[in-house]
């Protein structure tokens, strides 16, 4: 597994405690400050087989390593933060969801082509932009015909459906898409 964005650690640490046993798990950050934390929250964590690296996502492909799963919950606008992290709104203000879909698209193409056939690419998003979530699962599927979006089969209270209709040229594959809302979920 590669968790492509992977600081704090959060979800490194979750996804390593439901592998099996022989898995290997890189952790990665490309931003260097972040990737120290990581490393150091890691290292609490006590895992051997989890290894914390510091590089950008197209730095992945000359290594010509293939992954069964790769966590991408990628940089954004960070709607969903801004209960927790009322900063945010600033950075929302500055940027906006155009610069992190921009961004996003940056980084996604490189996870696809680290996939192994028939591996999964999990993307996530602490936004609400229909652009830098449905519009990014848009861009992905048309820059890859094989690629497919699979329904999560438990949709817990809070979780919703995509939001295809705000996506020019919308599918149906777009409404497996799933949203969780914080209003509705305890947690960001």
């Not at 290997?24 to 120290?36: D, K, M, V, W």
């Not at 698209?105 to 996530?124: D, F, N, T």
């Not at 949709?155 to 594959?173: C, H, K, N, S, V």
Request: negative net charge; aromatic residues 8%.
């Amino acid at each position: 597994i590669l968790d492509l964005c992977a600081a704090p650690g959060g979800k490194t640490t979750v996804a390593r405690s439901i592998l099996p046993e022989g898995s290997l798990l890189f952790a990665n950050e490309p931003i260097r400050t972040r990737s120290n934390i990581l490393a150091e929250n890691i290292q609490k964590f006590g895992h051997p087989d989890v290894i914390v690296t510091n590089n950008y996502p197209k730095d992945y492909k000359k290594t010509n390593l293939l992954f069964d799963i790769i966590v991408a919950d990628v940089p954004c606008s960070g709607e969903g933060m801004f209960r927790k992290n009322p900063g945010m709104m600033k950075d929302w203000e500055t940027y906006g969801p155009k610069h992190y879909s921009d961004l996003q698209r940056s980084i996604v193409p490189h996870a696809i082509r680290m996939l192994k056939p028939g591996g999964m690419l999990l993307y996530s998003t602490c936004t609400f932009s229909p652009e830098e979530n449905e519009g990014t699962v848009k861009f992905m599927l048309d820059l890859d015909p094989d690629l497919e979006v699979v329904d999560i089969p438990n949709r817990y209270e809070g979780f919703a459906p995509g939001r295809p209709e705000l996506i020019e040229g919308g599918t149906e594959d777009l409404k497996k898409c799933v949203r969780i809302w914080p209003h509705k979920m305890n947690g960001e």
